[in-house]
């Protein structure tokens, strides 16, 4: 593994040692705590890249028009959304299981110093690196330089705010980057623990630098699904849970983001959830598919974000390990 001072992908003003055990495919970044406030020091830190590896993939990008910026470089990108989810890590470990001021927005979700200074901090690096992409925040909604940008990042600093306020470290930062509505990029990461799973669109998952895969379940009747919480689903959505509910192995709740990264890694079966918004989803989609999973609409329709209307999409969401026991959830869910 190579070191931050010799890694030709990485020039630091001021090289530090690692401290953290993540061990990334194409660079390694370690940073002394920050706040918003040094946040400007650690842009500079951060140059481009020269490598022939690029996202080219016809589904996606396109062979040619790859948006207004051109060719972007599969690892310049990857490089910016590892610092993305670095410096919003640095605010969150500052605050977990602190005392600070809890606040109810309109929809009587709670929102913390820590989710806005996080996101906060998310955004300036990426306007820094990338201005000409939009992005879409869960605290700050959504801002664009141009009238659009075929790129989008979408981020939710804390996937899982009521674990996060009450000291369980079973809470998320996830980051996607879409091309035209795609999810090709995603990170989910778990910045107490120090575990980043990442999602690169045709490649492996990895965890920490290592690849992992879904583990192998073809029966719902012996399936570990998850939930973030059964009183979430209410009316027709929760008769379509419970139907699946009665069927698995054990039925377990808790965990929000963390879930589908179990599930990546081939700890848990299946993910069910309803009235997710983009932030909530789409990073995890590169993450479940690179792992070999399957992760759709509840009609099995794969999962995008038409961003030409940048009103947040509610989405009905099941991921599975295995595509037979995703299949199985489908038809249990009976969703028209």
């Known amino acids: 593994m190579q070191s931050l001072t010799t890694s030709p992908h990485f020039r630091a003003l001021n090289p530090v040692k690692p401290k953290s055990p993540l061990s990334r495919p194409h660079f390694l970044l370690s940073f002394s705590p920050i706040s918003t406030k040094s946040v400007s020091s650690l842009h500079r830190s ?9 996202i080219r993939n016809s589904d996606y990008l396109g062979e040619k028009e790859m948006g207004s910026d051109g060719l972007v470089e ?3 990108l990857l490089q910016v959304a590892h610092s993305v989810a670095d410096v919003a890590g640095e605010v969150l470990r500052k605050y977990f299981r602190q005392p600070f001021d809890i606040i109810d927005k309109q929809d009587l979700s709670p929102v913390t110093i820590a989710d806005r200074e996080a996101e906060e901090s998310m955004i300036s690096l990426i306007v820094e690196n990338f201005p000409s992409h939009a992005i879409f925040g869960e605290e700050n909604g959504w801002r664009c330089k141009e009238e659009s940008s075929d790129f989008v990042w979408v981020l939710d600093p804390i996937d899982g705010t009521k674990s996060f306020i009450t000291g369980k470290p079973l809470f ?11 999810p090709i990029m995603g990170i989910i990461d778990q910045p107490i623990l120090r575990e980043r799973w990442v999602g690169i669109v045709n490649k492996k998952t990895t965890l920490n630098g290592k690849e992992i895969s879904t583990r192998p379940c073809t029966a ?4 570990y699904l998850y939930t973030t919480s059964p009183h979430l689903f209410s009316g ?3 008769e379509a849970f419970i139907r699946v509910r009665n069927k698995v192995k054990v039925p377990l709740y808790g965990c929000d983001c963390y879930a589908y990264a179990l ?13 997710l918004k983009p932030y909530d989803i789409l990073a995890l ?12 609409d509840w009609n099995g329709n794969k999962l995008h974000w038409d961003t030409s209307n940048s009103q947040a999409t509610s989405f009905n969401v099941v991921a599975a390990g295995d595509k037979e026991v995703h299949k199985q959830a489908i038809d249990e869910l009976q969703w028209n």
């Open 46 to 54: 951060i140059t481009p890249l020269h490598s022939s590896s690029s």
């Open 74 to 76: 599969t690892d310049r």
């Open 172 to 182: 998320g930062t996830l980051i996607a980057l879409l091309y035209k509505g795609k």
């Open 220 to 223: 719902l009747s012996q399936a």
């Open 236 to 238: 027709q959505a929760e």
């Open 263 to 275: 599930l990546s890694s081939g700890f848990v079966d299946l993910v069910i959830e309803s009235g």
């Open 285 to 296: 989609v590169p993450v479940i598919n690179g792992a070999g999973g399957t992760i759709t």
